[in-house]
C-alpha cells in the first residue's frame, strides 16, 4: 500500500557538529524532494554524558578526549571547510565551552510537544558552534527561550524537572539498545537508517527506497567512545 508521508526519525546531539551538517544536507535533500510529504521527529543522544554542569573550555576538554591539540584542532579545520559549504559558521574559538546537552534535550522535549522542536534545535546548534554562547547559563538559555514566548519561570521550571529528565534519559536508552552508538543517525520509515552526515543525494536516494533494510555507513559523524568527530 502507498505512503501517504515519509517519516523521519533523527538521533542527534546538540553538541555533534555532525549532526549540524548533516540536518543542513536533510534540508537540502526534502527542499529538492518531489515526492510525497516529509515528517521529522528528533531524538536526543548524548556524546558525553559526563561533562559536569560547569562545563570545560575548548583545550581542557580536548586534552581530555585526544591527548592532546595538535589532532583535534586539525579535525575542527575539516569541520569548518565542511561547514562553510553547507551555509554553517562553525567556530571553535577560545570562547566555546563544551557542555552537557542533558538541560537542552528537556528544554527540545518540551519544544516538541508544543510544535517547535526542529526550531530550537537549529537554534541551539546554532548558539553552540558559531555564537559560542554558553549554553550551560540559565540566564543564557533564559533568553534564548523568550525567542519562543517562553518566560523565564518557565524555563527554570522545566531544567528542574526530573521527571523531564527521566524521559530524555529513557529514549537515549531506547535508541542505544536499538543500535544507535553515533550520530546523527536518520531512521525513514522505521526501516532505512542513514549513519553519519551524507550528501543531500542519500537521502534522496532513501526516499525512494524507503522499503529497503539497508543502511548507509559511510558518512561523517561523532562517536561518544573515541570522541572522534
Known sequence: MQKDKIKIDIVSDVACPWCYVGKKRLEKAIKEWKGIPIEIEWHPFQLDPNIPAEGLDRDTYLINKFGNLEGPLEMTERL?????ED???????EEWLAINTLPLHQLLHVAGDEGFKDALKERFMK??????????????????MTEYGW?????????????????????I?????????????FII???YGISGAQPASAFLAAFQQVSSTKTLNEGDSCDPVTGVC
Open 87 to 93: 551555509g554553517i559558521t562553525f567556530n571553535f574559538g
Open 80 to 84: 569548518k571547510v565542511s561547514g562553510k
Open 173 to 185: 536508552a531506547h535508541y542505544q539498545q536499538r543500535g544507535v552508538n553515533s550520530v546523527p543517525f
Open 127 to 144: 548558539a553552540y558552534f558559531d555564537e559560542n554562547l554558553h549554553l550551560n547559563n540559565i540566564d543564557i538559555l533564559s533568553s534564548i
Open 151 to 171: 518566560t523565564a519561570e518557565k524555563t527554570k521550571q522545566i531544567l528542574a524537572d526530573d521527571s523531564i529528565a527521566y524521559s530524555v534519559k529513557q529514549e
Open 189 to 191: 520509515n522505521d526501516t
